[in-house]
């Protein structure tokens, strides 16, 4: 006599699914075989691995601040970025972190409607700061003209970034002008 056991790893929102793309199916006999016995919890001890390392996510770390719709905002801004990421121990990060953050500050407070919203996230090696506004309408970089007014905010965003981009906002209507930082140290050149 035997009896079948068929074993799934089910992820997240897949569940249903096998996480390898098949179900594993076992034969076990009745009297029970010490061979049987031996790769079934060989068996089981792989598939609680694999559990372990789907319940393992990337950890992600953040914070958000709604800020005022007034000049002392980036200032404001500076300071939470500063100490958040003494806390969340980014300090090599933070000059420029919390200089590109009040270029995005200064530029939702001058051209944006609205309180900003600050977040700021670290996730995978990489630290986003996002400024949110109600106003659509994407930033502006400044051109290659000494006589440009204005976008030079946003090239300083661009040079010193890892990336940047527009988005939408997680709340309501508007944008999301946001910039990326590598939170691992540089590799020293050869």
């Known amino acids: 006599m035997h009896r079948q056991l068929e074993l799934m790893c089910r992820r997240g929102p897949a569940a249903g699914r096998p996480a390898t793309g098949r179900s594993v199916a076992l034969t076990r006999q009745e009297?029970?075989?010490?061979?049987?016995?031996?790769?079934?919890r060989g068996l089981l001890r792989g598939l609680g691995e694999l559990a372990?390392?789907?319940i393992r996510v990337a950890r992600v770390r953040r914070a958000s601040w709604v800020l005022f719709s007034d000049a002392s905002s980036?200032?404001?801004?500076?300071?939470?970025i500063r100490a958040q990421l003494a806390d969340w121990?980014?300090?090599?990060?933070?000059?420029?972190?919390e200089l590109l953050v009040s270029e995005l500050v200064t530029n939702a407070l001058l051209h944006g409607w609205g309180e900003p919203v600050l977040t700021l996230s670290s996730q995978d090696g990489t630290l986003r700061c996002e400024v949110e506004?109600?106003?659509?309408?994407?930033?502006?970089?400044?051109?290659?003209?000494?006589?440009?007014?204005?976008?030079r905010g946003m090239l300083l965003v661009d040079l010193l970034s890892h990336s940047w981009g527009t988005g939408h906002p997680r709340r309501g209507a508007g944008k999301a002008v946001?910039?990326?930082l590598s939170t691992h140290p540089a590799s020293p050149v050869s």
């Open 31 to 40: 009297t029970g075989c010490p061979e049987t016995r031996c790769r079934f």
């Open 52 to 54: 372990a390392q789907a």
């Open 74 to 80: 980036a200032s404001t801004a500076r300071r939470l």
């Open 89 to 97: 121990g980014y300090d090599e990060q933070s000059e420029i972190a």
């Open 133 to 151: 506004d109600e106003n659509p309408a994407p930033p502006r970089v400044a051109g290659e003209s000494e006589d440009d007014e204005s976008g």
């Open 178 to 180: 946001w910039f990326e």
